[in-house]
Nanobody
Framework: QVQLVESGGGSVQAGGSLRLSCAAF????????IAWFRQAPGLEREGVAA????????LYADSVKGRFTISQDNAKNTVYLQMNSLKPEDTAMYYC?????????????????????????WGRGTQVTVSS
C-alpha cells in the first residue's frame, strides 16, 4: 500500500514562489500517475497538474500553465510542484493523489478533467496561502 505525504506549503506574498513535495512510501507493481489537486474554501477540489511517473507525460490546467512546474525524482520517490508567480487565487489546500493505469479525463471535471474518485490514494494536504 502506497502512502503519500505532502510538504512545502506556507504563506507568501503575491508574486512569490513555493515548492511542494509529494513523497511516496511503500511499494507498487506499477508506476502511477501523480496529480496535484487544490481546494479552496467553499469550492470543489480541482486538479491543477499531473505527471505519469512511468512515461513522464505532464498535464497542466490553463490557470497554472507557465507558472507551475511538476517534476519527479524517481530515486527519492518524490513528485514536486514548483509554484512561481503565485496569485491570491492560488490560495488553497494542496493535495497530491495517485492513480494506477490509464488516466481518465472528463470534459465536466474541472480545468484538468480529473475526478477525485478516480484517485484511490491521497495525502493529507498542505496549505498554501498567497496574500496580496
Amino acid at each position: 500500500q502506497v502512502q503519500l505525504v505532502e510538504s512545502g506549503g506556507g504563506s507568501v506574498q503575491a508574486g512569490g514562489s513555493l515548492r511542494l513535495s509529494c513523497a511516496a512510501f511503500g511499494s507498487t507493481y506499477s508506476r502511477p500517475w501523480i496529480a496535484w489537486f487544490r481546494q479552496a474554501p467553499g469550492l470543489e477540489r480541482e486538479g491543477v497538474a499531473a505527471i505519469s511517473t512511468d512515461r513522464g507525460t505532464i498535464l497542466y490546467a490553463d490557470s497554472v500553465k507557465g507558472r507551475f512546474t511538476i517534476s519527479q525524482d524517481n530515486a527519492k520517490n518524490t513528485v514536486y510542484l514548483q509554484m512561481n508567480s503565485l496569485k491570491p487565487e492560488d490560495t488553497a489546500m494542496y493535495y497530491c493523489a495517485a492513480t494506477f493505469g490509464p488516466l481518465r479525463r472528463y470534459s465536466d471535471s474541472g480545468p484538468l478533467g480529473l475526478r477525485v474518485n478516480d484517485f484511490p490514494i491521497w495525502g493529507r494536504g498542505t496549505q498554501v496561502t498567497v496574500s496580496s
